[in-house]
């Protein structure tokens, strides 16, 4: 099963490392990863997504608090989070396609954020379903790149049973 | 007062009470060395990092203090790693500190330079560069702080040039402070108790204890648990010491050369009490078929070894001594009585067990059994002595038959399995209790691994008793090439080996030889009256192989007995 998981460490050299470090060494999964500073500048949010059976979940977690470096690990759960991408997808623009691509982002709130002779470069934001849904659509016009910044997930301001 | 980063290291040691240091000097930590040359903290002088490494672990090991090591850049940072690898694996608190280039190189491949943090970041507990000379009392105070607190284990500080030869005022700080490291020693109270009814209905318990027993000296704790309530005890190789060998509710050790009635015990429990042990598989054997009737209680500091490889039906997260003192505060009263009636089948199930099958060996006229050594070192010193063992037929013969009564006597590499750890790891105890007897139990094939510190234990005459069982062979290899792989012997019989009595006096250890039954005793004698390190190399049977056993991936009631 996918997990998405939020890591909270010290912003410090070297604990991205200790992380991706824990995962290739116990065999364990990454999805997608996603590193920034917090509010507070000594403090970064890591957005993990990773798969395996309960028991395996639970080790991730487990090993990820007993890094020395991460200060809280959250398992967010199932509707209980917002998440987000960003996808930069460069796609042949011709005659035909330039309607349909314009059309496609006018549905999906994107944007062109360059142009040339012979293609759009095309910005969307949204959730994993979202963007898979971009990128299928966009496919049969001629997707030279594609470039996904990974996910980053904030739990609801309002939890359902906590 | 500002003070060198070099006497910032040398005063801080001195804070943590730290009176030994292992190590070996060069470039880097030139000026550590120098502040050392007028200090009183006692270095020794090994013959290779990867021994100053073991050393200090022995040295943990066997006082429960924070082992310290002092290497240099480069090779002399890589040589630790399979130093800390193995007390990560087996959680001794160490602390090694390597020399690093300084600060402005590193990354430039310059001479001598290693990225020693990158390379032992999986292999200890946690590890620091020192980037600025202001941050050096503050994180050698973390790094002693985070190997002897929680699951203890080791600490690497690397320590640029730059940072070594800066200045700054010194303040050693009265804590450490991590806010993301905060380790759970008090177990929780409801766990605790439904784990004590679980012991009250039992009727087939079995207490599986660890080395975390030892670690957190809750050994009299467990012994004094396991006998009032007639809890049959069995330990794990890293456990033995932790329960008194003689007490007739011992089983013996379990696991893949565990005793027959320890695996038939715990294949038959209806209750496993796992305290500060981590179900490795050399323990568990096939893990669908470990304990299969019992309900698992597991008490341990670490929460990620708890069900970790078995589903555990009551965890306990905290320190073992503190958890068993509580039951032992809640055990009082009517209801804990007639625990002998209770378990009376029990106990006649496993004295039966004990009687189908017990270790045993046949000790002729002619050819010495490497379990006869053990046996005459057991006799010879009353079983009170520290014991190091090697890695293979030598560890497990050592840890079938020579009997420990107490804990920190007994420093083996059982999670990594590191050959040439007995002897550095002896030297280390030995320079911890200068008047007590250490033996290191050794193959011919381990001894030779770090066999160069014959040197660091006459130099600093550090009296420890080697007792080679010389069989020719890397005999556990051998032994699973005879059972697994049709007898081929591929590279595993040792054609030239040195003549160890003269390689002992080239060294200017004294060495002593036995190829007959009749000189083993002899030779044992003689070698505990000798007021200096001796090496005493014992012709063994060279085929003789090490039972019970458990096939790698059988279950446990599957032994080989022989």
């Known amino acids: 099963m996918r997990h998405t998981i939020n890591v909270l460490v010290e912003n410090e050299f070297g604990v991205l490392a200790r992380v991706a470090g824990l995962f290739s060494g116990r065999g364990f999964n990454i999805d997608s990863l996603s590193v920034a500073e917090t509010q507070d500048p000594t403090v970064s949010l890591m957005t993990i997504v990773t798969r395996g059976d309960d028991q395996i979940i639970e080790q991730i977690i487990k090993q990820l608090r007993k890094l020395v470096n991460v200060l809280k690990v959250t398992d967010l759960h199932e509707g209980q989070y917002l998440d987000r991408e960003l996808v930069l997808v460069k796609v042949t623009a011709t005659a035909e396609t330039k309607p349909e691509i314009l059309r496609l982002m006018d549905i999906f709130r994107g944007k062109i954020v360059d142009v040339s002779p012979k293609t759009y470069t095309v910005e969307v934001t949204g959730g994993e379903d979202k963007i898979r849904a971009v990128l299928e659509l966009l496919r049969p016009l001629g997707i030279k790149e594609v470039v996904r910044t990974g996910k980053v997930a904030m739990p609801r301001g309002m939890q359902n049973g906590g | ?562």
């Open chain 2, 1 to 562: 007062m500002e003070r060198t980063g070099a006497e910032i290291f040398v005063e801080s040691l001195r804070k943590e009470g730290v009176h030994t240091l292992f190590g070996y000097p060069g470039g880097v930590v030139l000026n550590i060395y120098d502040v050392l040359y007028d200090s009183d903290i006692r270095h020794i002088l090994v013959r290779h990092e990867q021994a100053a490494v073991h050393a200090a672990d022995g040295y943990a090991r066997a006082t429960g203090e924070v082992g310290v090591a002092l290497v240099t850049s480069g090779p002399g940072a890589t040589n630790t790693v399979t130093g800390l690898a193995t007390a990560y694996m087996d959680s001794v608190p160490i602390v090694v500190f390597s020399g690093q280039v300084p600060t402005h190189l590193i990354g430039n491949d310059a001479f001598q330079e290693a990225d020693i943090v990158g390379i032992t970041r999986p292999c200890t507990k946690h590890n620091y560069l020192v980037k600025d000379v202001r941050n050096l009392a503050r994180i050698i105070k973390e790094a002693f702080y985070l190997a002897r607190s929680g699951r203890p284990g080791p600490v690497l500080v690397d320590l640029p040039k730059d940072v070594i030869v800066g200045r700054t005022e010194y303040v050693y700080p009265e804590t450490a402070k991590l806010r993301g490291y905060n380790p759970t020693y008090e177990g929780h109270l409801g766990q605790i108790k439904k784990a004590l009814k679980a012991i009250h209905e039992s009727r087939r318990p079995v207490v599986y204890a660890g080395g975390g027993v030892i670690l957190s000296n809750a050994s009299r704790e467990l012994t004094e648990f396991a006998r009032r309530l007639r809890l049959p005890v069995t330990t794990t190789l890293m456990g033995l010491g932790a329960f008194p060998g003689s007490d007739p509710l011992f089983l013996g050790m379990l696991g893949m050369h565990g005793t027959y009635r320890a695996n038939m015990a715990v294949s038959h429990a209806d209750l496993l009490v796992a305290v500060g042990a981590r179900f490795d598989d050399r323990v568990t054997g096939k893990i669908d078929e470990f304990a299969p009737n019992a309900k698992i209680v597991h008490v341990d500091i670490d929460p990620t070894s708890i069900s970790k490889n078995v589903q555990v039906d009551i965890p306990i997260v905290g320190d073992a001594k503190n958890v068993l003192k509580k039951m032992l505060g809640l055990v009082h009263g009517a209801e804990w009585g007639g625990r002998d009636e209770a378990l009376q089948g029990w106990h006649a199930e496993i004295e039966a067990w004990r009687r189908a099958h017990h270790m045993d060996y046949g000790q002729g006229e002619e050819v010495i059994k490497p379990q006869y050594v053990v046996e005459q070192l057991h006799e010879a010193t009353g079983g009170r002595c520290i014991v190091s063992t090697e890695v293979g037929q030598n560890q497990m013969w050592a840890a079938q038959y020579f009997r420990l009564e107490e804990p920190r006597c007994w420093l083996t590499s059982g999670g990594l399995g590191t050959m040439g750890y007995g002897f550095p790891a002896a030297i280390g105890a030995q320079a911890a209790f200068p008047d007590r007897v250490v033996i290191d139990i050794a193959g011919d094939g381990s001894i030779q691994m770090n066999i160069q510190e014959l040197a660091t234990a006459v130099q600093y005459e550090l009296p420890v008793k080697v007792a080679i069982l010389n069989n020719g062979f890397l005999g556990m290899v051998r032994q699973w090439q005879e059972l697994f792989y049709d007898r081929r012997y591929s590279h595993t019989r040792m054609d030239v080996a040195p003549d160890f009595v003269k390689l002992a006096e080239a060294y200017g250890a004294l060495g002593l030889r036995a190829t007959r039954p009749g000189e083993v005793r002899p030779v044992i004698e003689q070698a505990l009256a000798h007021p200096g390190p001796v090496l005493m190399d014992f012709h063994v049977d060279p085929e003789e192989g090490v039972y019970p056993m458990v096939p790698a991936g059988a279950p446990l009631t599957k032994m080989l007995l022989l």
